[in-house]
């Protein structure tokens, strides 16, 4: 009886149902009619204005000006490919989702499966732009788009190389930089100066760029069943040309604005994403919290469309919401998973599916609000499947549930956003392959170290010092080492710094700094106890602010 109660507990975790909407069901049976066997390029016609590529390296996927991506809207079908040309694809679809309550309403916003997001932005008139004024589109640059050869993205988008430029250089004469669209501030002054400030992220190789709104009454109920939450939502999308990992990741920023006049608290965002790696069906799903990771892989040593070789896939939070003391901002706070055989729609009711998305921001389960328990503890937890499949520790996925279609989300809050606030939140989205499907995992893992430090760092106000002298985090000395080496670090301003050791494997060693500090140099000692530490290769990660850093070193005995 015992045995049974337990596991009918662990079953019903499985049913989680979180990013569902009205017509979960009959989407779920395309998808599995589909099977991801093959794709071709539909004769549908795209619209460049509202469906553009960010395909600057070994990604190539699709971002649409409703806020959502990854999914093919010629065919409705997946499209993150992976590699690109490959025809292979690794997620069908992901999306920004938020929620909080105003007053004592429960309001959702964002994209999923469905999108309560219009194109545009608030006019100086607190007036929605019209949809069909010209600036309203996905903006598109290039670093070197004059000169660039730009044959893979015309193959890539099935165009010609003449359409590809001239779409660039439009966009980038037309690079709205007063209402959001990013640029580099070579001369520090705080405003855009045309042939001397860089359109586009800093250091990126190419970047998209679009607005859109929280503010439509009809999306908000059709999508969420609720009232619309006001926010303008300023996306931008990049990517690196450069050597592994760079070329397996892309980076999106999200700058949330408060265009109501509600106070929304309680509020949460998460990454929401529909992973289909290859075959749709043999997919599993877990989270790394301290990389703030959630990611899938294949539960089986071959996949029907990848082979062998089979990529594992995954969503980082580089930079989280503030805390609602401005100072600090959140880690992922919960991740919540759905696995899509085991949810009929009565887990999502069509009048409850504001409660049921913002139960799952939460790191809660459906309309109930019920927590995670975790089947190999009993224990509640915000992080559910947090174990570790390279070693098969801890609560993994496929311990009671077989592999199929998974679901993911990554979450961050509780914060307060007051009429006219603004949030900023950064996700890495990474696709790694190794040999098989665990060494996919361990590449995986060993990019999202390395995506940290592309952080990107916001337009600087005027001050007479350079961007790379701000922070600094030293190589440690000597390395290699034994049993003691030296940090050292810099900070121009007071921050909460914390600096933070870890295994090869994302595992937490030490912890040297967690407080609030002055501006200025620090030295920290990490020094390694007698048979502590095994030989070998470490790495060591400094969070200041918004700056983020990592390092290697070595433990030599």
């Given at each position: 009886m ?5 596991k ?19 989407q ?19 619209d ?45 679809q ?40 010209e ?49 580099q ?5 705080g ?20 607005v ?20 303008e ?32 608290k ?80 009565t887990?999502?009711?069509p ?12 790191g ?57 606030d ?77 600096l ?57 005995k």
């Open positions: 015992k045995t049974d109660s337990r009918a507990a662990i079953l019903f975790i499985g049913v989680i149902c979180f990013v569902c909407c009205q017509t979960s069901h009959a779920n049976s395309e998808k599995e009619s589909r099977r991801q066997l093959s794709k071709s390029f539909s004769s549908k016609e795209v460049w204005r509202k469906s553009q590529k960010i395909n600057i390296n070994n990604i190539s996927t699709w971002i649409h000006w409703n806020g959502e991506s990854d999914i093919d809207r010629t065919t409705n079908d997946a499209g993150f490919e992976f590699p690109k040309g490959s025809n292979k694809y690794c997620f069908y992901s999306g920004l989702i938020w929620g909080g309550k105003v007053g004592d309403e429960i309001r959702v916003g964002g994209s999923k499966y469905s999108s309560s997001l219009t194109p545009g932005w608030i006019e100086v008139n607190g007036t929605p732009v019209d949809e069909n004024d600036r309203v589109r996905i903006y598109k640059t290039r670093s070197n788009y004059m000169t660039a050869d730009l044959t893979d993205e015309a193959k890539d988008e099935q165009r010609t190389v003449e359409e590809i430029r001239a779409q660039y250089i439009k966009d980038s004469e037309e690079w709205h930089t007063e209402l959001g669209a990013p640029y501030d070579i001369n520090g002054d405003i855009f100066t045309p042939n001397l400030d860089k359109i586009g992220i800093p250091a990126a190789d190419q970047t998209l760029w679009f859109a709104l929280d503010t439509d009454e009809d999306l908000s109920q059709l999508a969420f069943n609720c009232k619309p939450t006001g926010i939502l300023q996306t931008s999308v990049w990517g690196y040309d450069a050597n592994f990992p760079y070329n397996n990741m892309i980076f999106k920023r999200y700058v949330l604005i408060n265009k109501s006049s509600d106070t929304i309680d509020m949460y965002i998460g990454m929401w994403s529909d992973p289909d790696i290859g075959w749709a069906t043999d997919d599993f799903v877990g989270c790394n919290t301290v990389l703030n990771l959630g990611y899938g892989y294949n539960d089986e040593t071959k996949d029907e469309v990848y082979g062998f070789e089979v990529p594992a896939v995954g969503f980082q939070l580089i930079q989280g919401p503030k805390k609602n003391d401005r100072t600090k901002y959140f880690d992922m706070t919960s991740f919540a998973f759905f696995i899509s055989e085991y949810c009929p729609d887990f999502e009711p009048d409850k599916a504001n409660v049921f998305l913002y139960n799952s921001l939460q809660l389960i459906d309309c109930t609000g019920s927590p995670f328990i975790n089947p190999l503890t009993h224990d509640t937890t915000k992080y559910a499947l947090s174990g570790n499949p390279l070693n098969k520790t801890g609560w993994i996925d496929g311990i009671i549930n077989k592999s199929g279609d998974r679901r993911m989300l990554i979450s961050s809050g509780p914060f307060n956003m007051e009429p006219g603004t949030q900023e939140v950064i996700y890495a989205q990474i696709a790694a392959q190794g040999t098989d499907r665990l060494a996919s995992i361990l590449w995986l893992i060993r990019a999202a170290f390395t995506s940290q430090c592309l952080c990107y760092e916001p337009t600087k106000p005027a001050l007479n010092v350079t961007l790379p002298e701000y922070f600094y985090l030293s190589q440690n000395y000597p390395n290699p080492f034994n049993p003691v080496t030296k940090i050292i670090y810099e900070i121009p301003i007071d921050c909460h710094v914390t933070k050791v870890y295994d090869l494997l994302g595992k937490e060693i030490a912890t040297l700094v967690n407080e609030y500090k002055q501006a200025g140099q620090y030295s920290v000692e990490f020094r390694v106890k007698s048979g502590e530490l095994s030989s070998g290769i470490y790495f060591y990660s400094i969070q200041a602010g918004q700056y983020f850093k990592y390092r290697k070193m070595i433990l030599a």
